[in-house]
């Protein structure tokens, strides 16, 4: 018994696995992206990642930094190394980050109570 596959099977089939895999490639990185840009409790989203170098990108990674604290009562805004910007509630700056941007409603692993 002869079976005969077409050139359009066979090419169909060599493109469903690398675009499977490219799926699974990206998926994970939609994930990080989304909890580290997606808007703090006030809404607004005061540090954006796209924007910055790999160093300060590679920063707020590693002290874990989010837009929105998990803990409303450790959040930057009672930081001490938080400075307010122009707008009450809104976005400011931080000096764990040389001056850049977070967001009031942020937290990172280097919190510490104002004094
Ligand atoms: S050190 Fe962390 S918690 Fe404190 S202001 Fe900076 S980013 Fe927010």
Redesign the pocket.
């Given at each position: 018994m002869k079976s005969k596959i077409s050139r359009r099977s066979v090419l169909l089939q060599s493109l469903q696995l690398p675009l499977a895999g490219a799926v699974f490639v990206a998926l994970p990185g939609c994930g990080q992206k989304a909890a580290t840009t997606s808007a703090g409790a006030g809404g607004a989203v005061c540090a954006d990642l796209s924007a910055m170098s790999e160093a300060e990108q590679g920063t707020r990674k590693s002290?874990e930094?989010t837009e929105a604290g998990p803990n409303p009562s450790q959040v930057?805004a009672g930081?001490s190394?938080?400075h307010p910007g122009p707008t009450a509630g809104g976005c400011g700056t931080?000096d764990?980050?040389s001056g850049g941007p977070?967001n009031s409603h942020?937290?990172?692993n280097?919190?510490?109570a104002k004094s």
């Open positions: 002290l930094y930057c930081c190394f938080f931080c764990m980050f977070v942020g937290h990172c280097s919190w510490s």
